[in-house]
């Protein structure tokens, strides 16, 4: 296979840094990742000039405005990241024929649901930063076909700000914790999410029947995020007691749905993917963050 150009977007982000070492490992990728300084997917002149020079095969989008409370003061600044530019990117790689890889989440559906959420089921968002994602997919879906989008949930990694260190840090610092046990999901390590990525990559150039539209990845497996915190500390050896709290206990500004699993039936067998239990991958990046501390 000759070699094939991948531009990341957001590539200082979590997912966009687990993305590009994915990547990196295969030969046959060039790899590219710039961030908003580089790259603002906001800027149609910006995007055009960038596409008109790297002349990427693939763009993974690991952009977006993620901050999910901030999201409900700074409307204006979230629609712009989560709407405006997956709309741009669309538009562009329309132009540049690039297929174009977005991510999304499970905060599109209302979380009232009582079985995991399939890909057509109808989406109604929770909160305003849900609302901006789910604009964003439908953006992409009325402009380009040659795309992927990839809804995923309780996203973590080594890198950036997530519950996951977040929990490491408190379990050192606190003797008490209390965490919501009332709202259920599954948490998603960033770098099986990046690995999943890269599989797609390839298959969409070895694969004639190679099916783009709407797909759902996590982790394996359902928990509370008191689970999820419990676990944390009990891999870290931390003695921390962690409590579960209802949502009325730990009121945020952007409400969260109660319940967001996703079905992860069509992504495992269109593409092949065998996903890691929640618990595993967790387990792998604790022990990433302390050999690094
Ligand atoms: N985090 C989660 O729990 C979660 C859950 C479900 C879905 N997702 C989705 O997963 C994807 C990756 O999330 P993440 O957690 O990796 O996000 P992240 O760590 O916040 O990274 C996003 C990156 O995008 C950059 N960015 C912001 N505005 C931009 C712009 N206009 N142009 C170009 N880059 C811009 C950010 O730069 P600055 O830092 O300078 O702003 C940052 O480097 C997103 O689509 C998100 O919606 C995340």
Same mark, same amino acid.
């Given at each position: 296979?000759?070699?094939?150009?991948?531009?990341?977007?957001?590539?200082?982000?979590?997912?966009? @840094?687990?993305?590009?070492?994915?990547?990196?490992?295969?030969? &046959? #990728?060039?790899?590219?990742? *710039?961030?908003?300084?580089?790259? $603002?997917?906001?800027?149609? %002149?910006?995007?055009?000039?960038?596409?008109?020079?790297?002349?990427?095969?693939?763009?993974?989008?690991?952009?977006?405005?993620?901050?999910?409370?901030?999201?409900?003061?700074?409307?204006?600044?979230?629609?712009?990241?989560?709407?405006?530019?997956?709309?741009? *990117?669309?538009? !562009?790689?329309?132009?540049?024929?690039?297929?174009?890889? &977005?991510?999304?989440?499970?905060? /599109? #559906?209302?979380?009232?649901?009582?079985?995991?959420?399939?890909?057509?089921?109808?989406? @109604?968002?929770?909160? #305003?930063?849900?609302?901006?994602?789910?604009?964003?997919?439908?953006?992409?879906? !009325?402009?380009?076909?040659? =795309?992927?989008?990839? @809804?995923?949930?309780?996203?973590?990694?080594?890198?950036?700000?997530?519950?996951?260190?977040?929990?490491?840090?408190?379990?050192?610092?606190?003797?008490?914790?209390?965490?919501?046990?009332?709202? /259920?999901?599954?948490?998603?390590?960033?770098?099986?999410?990046? $690995?999943?990525?890269?599989?797609?990559?390839?298959?969409?150039?070895?694969?004639?029947?190679?099916? %783009?539209?709407?797909? &759902?990845?996590?982790?394996?497996?359902?928990?509370?995020?008191?689970?999820?915190?419990?676990?944390?500390?009990?891999?870290?050896?931390? @003695? /921390?007691?962690?409590?579960?709290?209802?949502?009325?206990?730990?009121?945020?500004?952007?409400?969260?749905?109660?319940?967001? /699993?996703?079905?992860?039936?069509?992504?495992?067998?269109?593409?092949?993917?065998?996903?890691? &239990?929640?618990?595993?991958?967790? =387990?792998?990046?604790?022990?990433? *963050?302390?050999?690094?501390?």
């Amino acid at each position: 296979m000759p070699k094939k150009t991948i531009l990341i977007s957001g590539v200082n982000g979590q997912l966009g @840094r687990k993305v590009k070492e994915a990547l990196l490992h295969n030969n &046959h #990728f060039n790899v590219v990742g *710039l961030d908003i300084d580089e790259l $603002d997917i906001i800027s149609r %002149r910006q995007v055009e000039e960038k596409l008109q020079e790297i002349r990427p095969d693939v763009l993974i989008n690991c952009s977006a405005y993620t901050d999910v409370d901030n999201a409900e003061n700074e409307k204006e600044m979230a629609l712009k990241v989560n709407q405006k530019g997956p709309l741009v *990117l669309a538009e !562009k790689c329309k132009m540049f024929d690039t297929f174009l890889i &977005h991510i999304s989440t499970d905060y /599109v #559906f209302s979380g009232e649901g009582f079985r995991p959420y399939i890909e057509n089921d109808p989406i @109604r968002p929770v909160n #305003f930063y849900g609302e901006t994602k789910a604009l964003g997919e439908e953006s992409i879906q !009325k402009t380009y076909s040659n =795309a992927i989008i990839i @809804r995923t949930a309780w996203l973590y990694s080594e890198y950036g700000k997530n519950f996951v260190k977040t929990m490491l840090r408190l379990g050192e610092e606190r003797k008490q914790l209390g965490v919501i046990d009332d709202q /259920v999901g599954s948490p998603t390590y960033a770098g099986d999410l990046a $690995d999943a990525i890269n599989a797609i990559t390839i298959q969409y150039f070895n694969d004639d029947d190679f099916a %783009r539209g709407i797909y &759902h990845f996590t982790n394996e497996g359902v928990c509370s995020w008191f689970d999820f915190a419990l676990k944390i500390q009990q891999i870290a050896k931390n @003695r /921390v007691k962690v409590n579960p709290i209802p949502t009325s206990d730990y009121p945020t500004p952007a409400k969260r749905p109660h319940y967001s /699993v996703l079905d992860k039936r069509k992504i495992k067998n269109q593409f092949h993917i065998a996903i890691p &239990h929640w618990e595993a991958s967790l =387990a792998n990046c604790i022990k990433v *963050l302390k050999k690094s501390k």
